[in-house]
């Protein structure tokens, strides 16, 4: 009897299912599970070639049926195996062969290889020495510094920046003192994969003082970016942008960090009382190094952030 190619390929497509149905149905003592394996190499070159023999094809549907269900030869490269690129090697893989080649399903794909993910425990410590013997000029009263607000995050996302012009966020917080845009900014960089985990701590009145908050990150956000107000003032802020805590593969124990004045370029107010005056335009985020923080040469630091691993 002959066949026609479609009538050929459509009766091999039903063989291959029903072995599959067969083998799934039977007992036969190989459950699944048991050949369900992990992706973590990087090894791959052609997608899907599951007995690496440097091409896709029928031989390699065979291969993974044979490992899955009777405990046959594994692969050599688990990630070429993983044909759905799903970081594991199972069942899912053998279908999605078969779809491939008999019904044009998706092309098998490399898998991204998982990254292993470390995390850490850290305590920050900001320890404001802001206060009328360090920087007498003009000091106001009822010093004190906002609450801190900040993120874990990666290298894709820049909250502030020395030389850049300030958010809405960071306007509001160096203005008012006031979490919510930031936060918002912050949701945002989480729902586009470059922000972890959302900081919010306590503020320090009055000033000098100290306030303590415990945070987690992990390696693929080790960065942390802090900020708080200092008020009374136009638009003047303390913190840090980007602070890596992670490095050649390990967390650092303690970083010690010295806050000196940032100006969000958003207020034309020269002293801690200055009236409401906006900035127009807005001007790029810059360090004071002037009056009323410059004593004799030099800008002594308004305080401290230490971050201390748990």
Request: aromatic share 10%; charged share 15%.
């Given at each position: 009897m002959n066949f026609s190619k479609s009538e050929y390929m459509s009766n091999t497509t039903h063989y291959v299912l029903g072995v599959l149905a067969v083998l799934v149905f039977m007992d036969l003592g190989f459950p699944i599970q048991a050949h369900s394996e992990s992706t973590l190499n990087s090894c791959c070159l052609v997608g899907g070639d599951a007995n690496s023999d440097g091409t896709f094809n029928i031989a390699d549907v065979t291969f993974g049926i044979a490992?899955?269900?009777?405990?046959?030869?594994?692969?050599?490269?688990?990630?070429?195996?993983?044909?759905?690129?799903?970081?594991?090697?199972?069942?899912?893989?053998?279908?999605?062969?078969?779809?491939?080649?008999?019904?044009?399903?998706?092309?098998?794909?490399?898998?991204?290889?998982?990254?292993?993910?470390d995390s850490a425990t850290y305590i920050v410590t900001f320890e404001s020495t802001w206060s009328v013997i360090t920087h007498p000029d003009n000091f106001p009263p009822n010093p004190h510094f906002s609450g801190l607000i900040g993120a874990t995050h990666d290298s894709t996302v820049l909250f502030w920046e020395e030389g850049a012009l300030a958010s809405l966020g960071i306007k509001s917080m160096a203005e008012f003192g006031s979490k919510f845009a930031l936060t918002t900014e912050v949701g945002v960089a989480q729902q586009d994969g470059s922000a972890e985990y959302l900081l919010s701590g306590g503020f320090i009145s009055p000033s000098p003082g100290s306030v303590s908050y415990t945070f987690e990150i992990t390696s693929v956000y080790s960065k942390v970016?802090?900020?708080?107000?200092?008020?009374?003032?136009?638009?003047?802020?303390?913190?840090?942008?980007?602070?890596?805590?992670?490095?050649?593969?390990?967390?650092?124990?303690?970083?010690?960090?010295?806050?000196?004045?940032?100006?969000?370029?958003?207020?034309?107010?020269?002293?801690?009382?200055?009236?409401?005056?906006?900035?127009?335009?807005?001007?790029?985020?810059?360090?004071?190094?002037t009056s009323p923080f410059l004593i004799g040469p030099n800008v002594p630091p308004l305080g401290t952030f230490t971050f201390v691993r748990q």
């Open positions: 490992r899955i269900f009777t405990g046959g030869s594994a692969p050599t490269c688990l990630e070429e195996a993983d044909a759905n690129a799903d970081n594991a090697f199972n069942i899912a893989d053998v279908t999605f062969g078969i779809m491939r080649i008999f019904s044009g399903g998706a092309a098998p794909m490399c898998p991204v290889p998982i990254v292993p993910v970016t802090l900020v708080s107000m200092l008020a009374p003032s136009p638009d003047w802020f303390v913190g840090v942008n980007g602070l890596e805590l992670y490095a050649n593969g390990q967390w650092l124990d303690t970083v010690v960090v010295e806050l000196f004045p940032y100006d969000a370029g958003t207020d034309d107010g020269i002293i801690y009382t200055s009236s409401n005056a906006v900035t127009s335009p807005f001007e790029v985020i810059s360090a004071i190094a």
